[in-house]
């Protein structure tokens, strides 16, 4: 049996950044757009939706204007879920990056023929 996920009350200013948003122009049957539909509507919200209310926050900032947005931002920047595709990109760079490291490493202990 599934446990309920725990909800609490918005914060104003999780409030305020779902009413910033309602100008913003999403891309056409996204899953941002669809969320923030979602929550346009409710009262409470879960710390998954909360963190990823921050980081559709940030990815339309471009979209907003309103005195307090940088302080709304800076807020946002420690509270918003991680952009996976960015981590993902990341971790392939990383991995791209050791293993050129790994290749100059082998090749500079192989002993060359003078």
Not at 34 to 41: D, T
Not at 53 to 75: H, N
């Amino acid at each position: 049996m599934k446990t309920p996920v725990p909800r609490r009350t918005m914060t104003p200013d999780e409030m305020q950044a779902i009413e910033r948003m309602y100008g913003i122009t999403y891309p056409v049957a996204s899953w941002d757009k669809r969320f923030m539909r979602m929550l346009s509507g409710c009262e409470t919200i879960s710390e998954k939706e909360a963190a990823q209310l921050w980081r559709v926050f940030i990815k339309y900032r471009r979209q907003m204007s309103f005195p307090g947005q940088r302080e709304l931002l800076r807020m946002a920047e420690g509270l918003a879920a991680p952009d996976l595709r960015k981590v993902s990109a990341a971790q392939r760079a990383q991995a791209e990056i050791d293993a050129l490291k790994a290749k100059y490493a082998e090749s500079m202990a192989t002993p060359h023929a003078s």
